[in-house]
């Protein structure tokens, strides 16, 4: 009997994780690992088939993350990410790498050095320094404290697989910067708040 394509997806996003260990294992976290793992990732998005959209609802709003595969505590995370047509992300370092393929659609990714001390608290300042469009045969890579924005660019969804070096619930501190007002602002780590859960809890 043949298997279901969610056997085939679920079978594929665990080599895919243990490839990306395997990586990281010989490796660490450098510019080269993270290249390879991009790789890696764009030719799982190009098996189209195995991301059928009526297998994953669309966003109520402008963006969804649909869980993949989700290692236990600090492991990665692997996600189908559905963002609608317009939608924009200001200015961001997520605090821990991450790499994006498409599988459909296309979303620009601008990415930015911060080039201010970070001495006053509340006030941060950004230069952009390059962008990639992420679309059907390419995908980009930061390193932990890359900042980035994303814009969905053209009338159709940007469908795509997004690994992170944490799950999405075990996030560090998110900042965002707002290069017009020469701001800054960190949200809460939600790593932090699991790690201080209790046992059990």
């Given at each position: 009997m043949a298997s279901s394509i969610a056997d085939q997806r679920s079978r594929a996003c665990r080599n895919l994780l243990a490839q990306v260990h395997a990586i990281t294992e010989k490796e660490g976290i450098t510019p080269s690992a993270l290249h390879a793992?991009?790789?890696?990732?764009?030719?799982?998005?190009?098996?189209?088939?195995?991301?059928?959209?009526?297998?994953?609802?669309?966003?109520?709003?402008?963006g969804r993350n649909h869980p993949l595969l989700v290692e236990d505590d600090d492991g990665h995370g692997l996600y189908l990410t559905i963002n609608m047509p317009g939608k924009e992300a200001a200015p961001h370092d997520h605090g821990i790498w991450c790499v994006n393929a498409a599988i459909s659609g296309r979303e620009r990714h601008v990415f930015y050095r911060r080039t201010d001390d970070g001495g006053q608290n509340g006030r941060a300042t950004v230069v952009r320094v390059g962008e990639v469009m992420v679309e059907p045969g390419n995908g980009m890579a930061m390193a932990d404290h890359d900042i980035h924005s994303t814009e969905v660019v053209g009338q159709l969804p940007a469908i795509g697989l997004a690994l992170?070096?944490?799950?999405?619930?075990?996030?560090?501190?998110v900042v965002w910067f707002h290069p017009e007002f020469s701001a800054v602002r960190a949200c809460v780590s939600r790593r932090h708040a699991a790690l201080a859960e209790p046992v059990g809890a």
């Amino acid at each position: 009997m043949a298997s279901s394509i969610a056997d085939q997806r679920s079978r594929a996003c665990r080599n895919l994780l243990a490839q990306v260990h395997a990586i990281t294992e010989k490796e660490g976290i450098t510019p080269s690992a993270l290249h390879a793992i991009k790789l890696k990732l764009v030719a799982l998005a190009s098996k189209a088939d195995l991301f059928p959209p009526g297998d994953f609802a669309m966003p109520v709003a402008q963006g969804r993350n649909h869980p993949l595969l989700v290692e236990d505590d600090d492991g990665h995370g692997l996600y189908l990410t559905i963002n609608m047509p317009g939608k924009e992300a200001a200015p961001h370092d997520h605090g821990i790498w991450c790499v994006n393929a498409a599988i459909s659609g296309r979303e620009r990714h601008v990415f930015y050095r911060r080039t201010d001390d970070g001495g006053q608290n509340g006030r941060a300042t950004v230069v952009r320094v390059g962008e990639v469009m992420v679309e059907p045969g390419n995908g980009m890579a930061m390193a932990d404290h890359d900042i980035h924005s994303t814009e969905v660019v053209g009338q159709l969804p940007a469908i795509g697989l997004a690994l992170y070096g944490y799950a999405l619930a075990r996030f560090p501190s998110v900042v965002w910067f707002h290069p017009e007002f020469s701001a800054v602002r960190a949200c809460v780590s939600r790593r932090h708040a699991a790690l201080a859960e209790p046992v059990g809890a």
